[in-house]
């Protein structure tokens, strides 16, 4: 394994990759305070909004007004996810609130296809208008790979594919590629043998950022996150409270939680720039305004507290 | 990293750890056909009861008659707990129908207190004349260090003193000796150097078999798993639908499910013996007969199926 980091960077996707999965439309003011105490945790990468039509999110479809509105430090990255040239110009009318733009497609043709009705070559055709349009508008821009660890429609998705898709993405301007565990595919084996190919075939992350969205889906995604770890991965997407994420297969949790990761990494010694509390702050606030239990685990069981001394008795050992 | 086992064994302590902690008393009927179903999926060990006094916990008052009937395979190894001489006398009632008994007792003194009313000295004392009875009635003896990653009421444990106390376990002839993160306090990185060190202390698993019992309080489970791979743990515990564990936190959760454990040491290649859809069948009826949603991801989203073609459409990427 590499050693182990002193620092990672994490970004907070709750607010669009959360948001956009929830069932009831969340208020722009609800919104609005969750991103701001977001805000006040130390994060310094926040995904705030997607452009997309409102038919198709109508979740999302106050974009303008929660980018116009939530105060931010100067210290927090602002990002926002484009799907196409339209959601691009409409994000580029708020270029001074934005610092990146995501854009994405699949890695497997199928799901492409059902998400976004056009192929791979397709999309990356018009990301290879978007992208420097971004670029010129002073944006810095990330390329989100989804099924970049399996497919439920295809299943196994090859690596090099992966990284030639990213490798047509960087050379459109990307400096950042985001590589998505849509449906929770992934296996901690895999994982480091992606990440330890990627540093080969795209760079190392020296110049090109390699990220890891990981999904929680079958319990593994902190798991994956320590294989990423080891082969060298430094940056990470998740979600607080564990909203959001792929809504396939039915039912099943998606993002990983951020307070779980920012547990589990400051715990290791791994610094994160997030203070936890604040995080579980958020957390609570998102819980009670959802109104209902989030899949988080940090969340219900608190830090760990090295000092504590807890007044419950548990009962028997191990 | 140590190269990643071919195979690794995995007891299920659903049947006692996960049952005890449950509120509603279960009907022997129903703790005999769920274990008869966990019996089914391959298993080679099982936890099945605890030989405690009523007035400690009633929900494992039927031990003798849950022991009795419920019929396994002969590859399953039946362990069950026994907290003192008084319960090992109960179980040696029913020394035909048992192979192994576990004992226990915690590496601080402030959860052994709360725990069992005594001294950690106090503890090994009598361990040093259940451990021997034990084996000369035939039976395979594993010791559980319980808060060996930490304590909820002490904080930290040195690595040392818990090496200590299972050496002294071994020398009165323990052959196992199971390390519990008992409120899910533990860390990939510190679980790393604790297998590391263990393997030196102990000798290696060679001789003496080291199991790891980690809880999933804070999502860490797998990656602690994961990290005691690495590490050369080969042996594991955890409950089916994520049942039981400790309830200090309150409200947390705690063993990591083994049908999480099972898909994700599957997917690395790594041989369990377990057959995941027996596992989630055994959950669901759990489930079933609890009557609330479990913790088990994978009990929700399914096991990954690489050749699925999956009829919903997920909305956006990553």
């Known amino acids: 394994m590499s050693a182990a980091p002193q620092r990672v960077r994490i970004r907070e996707v709750g607010p669009r990759d959360g948001f956009q999965n929830e069932p009831e439309v969340i208020s722009t003011d609800d919104k609005v305070r969750l991103i701001e105490l977001l805000g006040a945790t130390g994060l310094t990468r926040m995904e705030l909004t997607s452009f997309v039509r409102a038919d198709v999110i109508a979740q999302l479809s106050d974009a303008a007004q929660v980018l116009s509105r939530a105060e931010l430090p100067d210290t927090v990255a602002v990002s926002v996810l484009v799907p196409n040239e339209r959601g691009l110009d409409a994000a580029l009318e708020h270029v001074d609130r934005i610092d990146d733009v995501s854009v994405f497609l699949s890695a497997s043709q199928t799901h492409n296809a059902k998400n976004v009705n056009r192929t791979v070559e397709e999309s990356l055709d018009g990301l290879s208008r978007v992208i420097p349009r971004a670029r010129e508008a002073g944006l810095r821009v990330t390329g989100v790979i989804a099924t970049s660890f399996g497919c439920p429609y295809e299943g196994r998705v090859d690596p090099d594919r992966v990284f030639a898709i990213a490798g047509r993405l960087v050379a459109h301007g990307a400096q950042e590629i985001g590589f998505g565990d849509t449906t929770g595919m992934a296996n901690p084996r895999q994982v480091r043998a992606f990440f330890q190919a990627a540093a080969i075939a795209l760079g190392g992350g020296d110049e090109i950022e390699l990220t890891a969205h990981f999904h929680n889906t079958r319990g593994q995604g ?18 607080f409270g564990e909203l959001g994420g792929c809504p396939v297969p039915a039912g099943a949790t998606g993002n990983i939680a951020t307070e779980d990761l920012v547990s589990m990494l400051e715990e290791m010694g791994i610094a994160t720039g997030i203070d936890l509390p604040a995080m579980l702050t958020a957390a609570r606030e998102a819980q009670r305004i ?14 760990v507290d090295w000092q504590a001394a807890r007044p419950a008795q548990p009962a028997q050992p191990a």
Do not use: Q, Y
Not at 230 to 235: E, F, K, L, P
């Open 222 to 239: 902190l798991a994956n996150v320590l294989a990423a770890l080891d082969a060298g991965c430094r940056s990470f997407e998740s979600s």
């Open 290 to 303: 959802l109104g209902r239990p989030l899949g988080s685990h940090t969340l219900t069981a608190g830090p």
